[in-house]
């Protein structure tokens, strides 16, 4: 946390706490000012100026080494509480010197609370009391008894100051938690902008490689399987060898085209200029010139746009199955379904293969698609459910709700 945010963060009794410093010095000045102008003083200035000195040193460099650069309250209770006992002892022997010095009581009463936790204060308090009334008594030549009124006069005076000071106290502890929230909650607040960081950067990530799986990695797949397909041809089968190069040559411009795409990253080039259900046709029928297998693409319900994510999350879904389904189905036929249900969109795709449990895993797949499905999906607040039934076909399932 830097400087300036600590300065902010200073709790009010600490920013004035020269002001209770100052009161406390302020009246031992004047009670040491009143005591030199004492006409009727019957001592030598000297022993009174002598244990001044000595309480302002004991008060001042006690305190100094006790907090030791830390001004939170009550760090060290027992050394706080002994210099203040300290104060009152000197108090006491200059108060028998002279009775300027009762001018120092004025200071006395705050530093006892501004220093000590509240019991210790209870106890300084109560012990300066004492001290004041055996001094008053002692200079009017009265008994210290309850039937004394100046011993009235005292403890009430000394009970007010505890009521006083306990309020004070809990105004003091009050601002110390509060800070100590505020501090506690700019740390939570630091740390959840680090994770909510350290998330957005593995989501960008896991939307690249989706990206790049999706276009590039499907691309590449494609281009190597018609590679090898009019490899088979050759030589006796030229029409089929520049069919099969004339597909790849297509690919590789459209994968180079998609890759610019997830660079720039914009929505598929086939989700531009036309809607959901067209694209997902087009993209049906060039899957099935290429593969001859017979895909029938149908779409129920209204035909409402959707938000870009929800459009690019099911044509990828559809990409994806279709992809797996030439590399692992051995199908036959291929059913595309896109339903519009009011609060919820729904993408089937269908096909007579072979199942999971009987496909063939091919070198060219490397296992991230339906991961990638998944998280697509979820992001959405959607799934993805796969049926399958060994030699009946799979069925992907993609669900995502529609937002109001």
Known sequence: MSSTNRHQQTDVWVKWD???????????????????????????????????????????????????????RGTRPYLQFFIILGDIGLWFVLVNLSPA???????????????????????????????????????????????????????????ASILLGAWM???????????????????????????????????????????IHDTLAQGFTSIVMHLEAAEQAMPDQPETVQKHLEQARTTARASLEQARRVVQDLRPGMLENQSLPDAIRRMAVRWQEETNIPVTTTVTGTSNALHPDMEVTLLRAAQESLSNIRKHAQATAVQITLSYMGDMVILDVQDNGVGLNGATPSSLSGGYGLQAMRERAAQLGGAVEIESEPGEGTTVVVSIPISS
């Open 18 to 72: 020269w002001l209770w410093t100052t009161i406390f010095y302020s009246s031992v000045a004047v009670s040491t000012f009143f005591m030199l102008v004492d006409d009727g003083r019957d001592r030598t200035i000297w022993l009174p100026l002598a244990l001044t000195a000595v309480l302002l040193l004991w008060h001042g460099v006690g305190f100094k080494l006790t907090y030791g650069g830390d001004r939170e």
């Open 169 to 211: 106290s809990a105004i003091i502890n009050q601002s110390m938690q509060r800070r100590q929230l505020i501090e506690q909650l700019e740390i939570t607040q630091a740390e959840l902008a680090e994770t909510k960081r350290h998330e957005g950067m593995l989501e960008e990530r896991q939307r690249l490689a989706r990206e």
């Open 101 to 159: 010095y009762y001018f120092v009581l004025a200071g006395l009463f705050s530093q006892i609370f501004r220093h000590l936790p509240i019991p210790y204060a209870i106890v300084a308090t109560l012990l300066l009391t004492t001290a004041i009334i055996f001094q008053q008594t002692s200079d009017e030549g009265q008994p210290v008894s309850l039937d004394n009124p100046i011993v009235w006069i005292y403890l009430f005076a000394g009970a």
